[in-house]
């Protein structure tokens, strides 16, 4: 059983940095999977933020690339999402989730998700 565990939300002003940390146990999915962060905004659906594949090859949704990072440290076995230049727009809550499909959807049947962790940008 894949159990995530995320952390490092908060409250910023616009154009501010947050680091966002997951830290997974009991994944053992290999290559053809891989893991990644959605976010869900008061009223609309989750969405896609990045992932990235086992060999460590990232991928970010157009409205995140260029201000976000994806990574993970293997050793630790924790995920990270470094945000920059956060905009009001990214004000949700984030989820990191795995395994994922490596072009940024999940398996309804397959996927285990966080408990979310809030991100809050004023302007």
């Known amino acids: 059983q894949v159990q995530l565990v995320e952390s490092g939300g908060g409250s910023v002003q616009t154009g501010g940095s947050l680091r966002l940390s997951c830290s997974v146990s009991?994944?053992?999915?290999?290559?053809?999977?891989?893991m990644g962060w959605f976010r869900q905004a008061p009223g609309r659906g989750r969405e896609w933020v990045a992932f990235?594949?086992?060999?460590?090859?990232?991928a970010y949704a157009y409205s995140v690339k260029g201000r976000f990072t994806i990574s993970k440290d293997n050793a630790k076995n924790t995920l990270y999402l470094q945000m920059n230049s956060l905009k009001p727009e990214d004000t949700a809550m984030y989820y990191c989730?795995?395994?994922?499909?490596?072009?940024?959807?999940?398996?309804?049947?397959?996927?285990?998700w966080g408990q979310g962790t809030q991100v809050t940008v004023s302007s």
């Open positions: 009991g994944y053992t999915y290999g290559s053809g999977y891989c």
């Open positions: 989730a795995a395994p994922i499909r490596c072009t940024g959807d999940y398996y309804p049947d397959l996927t285990n």
């Open positions: 990235i594949t086992t060999s460590r090859i990232p």
